[in-house]
């Protein structure tokens, strides 16, 4: 069975993340989903109430997707570490790491990127705003990594945009009431 890993910090999760997930229901068997710290950012929300978002996020696609998962229990600030708990779970399978074309050039530095990149294949978001360069790539076949670039255009959104200047659009009404009731951009003023 193939799985596609959505891993996100996703603080706050966008509209653009419910878009991905939706894309890739239709195209994979399974698709885990997790939040989790990411070594390289700095986090306003909790872990947990990221988590609580992501919920959010996942249970207000239409129809409900079947095969659509949130799994907590693999979160970790490496993701090579979340391979190793992931297969723990799915012995078997073969696991898509999804990750945005801002990661490509990127994900080389990740920890152990050699050892975690032998373990997943990758699929690649495409981003309004970051090309996918040919030299990245060809460095990430260079691990032995099998790379595809999902054929999506993903909305403008972005948690950084709402965060600074309280882009509303970008996030779904449901997310947006939480946020709000439960204060967890302080800065940002709260609807009148």
């Given at each position: ?161 709402f965060r600074q200047k309280g882009a509303e659009s970008h996030l779904i ?20």
């Amino acid at each position: 069975m193939r799985i596609a890993l959505f891993g996100t910090s996703g603080d706050p999760p966008t509209i653009g993340h419910q878009k991905i997930l939706q894309w890739l229901c239709a195209h994979y068997h399974l698709v885990v989903v997790w939040v989790s710290n990411n070594p390289f950012k700095t986090h306003h929300a909790t872990l947990e109430q990221r988590l609580e978002m992501m919920a959010l996020i996942t249970d207000s696609i239409a129809p409900k997707p079947r095969n659509l998962e949130i799994h907590p229990e693999i979160s970790h600030p490496h993701t090579l570490k979340t391979i190793e708990l992931a297969r723990q779970i799915w012995t078997q399978d073969t696991f898509d790491l999804v990750i945005g074309a801002d990661l490509v050039g990127q994900i080389p530095t990740w920890y152990r990127a050699p050892d975690l990149l032998s373990q997943v294949n990758l699929l690649v978001v495409p981003r309004q705003g970051y090309e996918i360069l040919a030299t990245d790539l060809e460095r990430l076949h260079s691990f032995g990594t099998k790379v595809a670039i999902a054929d999506l255009a993903v909305p403008i959104s972005s948690s950084t945009e709402f965060r600074q200047k309280g882009a509303e659009s970008h996030l779904i009404p449901a997310l947006l009431e939480y946020i709000h009731r439960n204060c967890i951009y302080p800065w940002l003023n709260p609807p009148s």
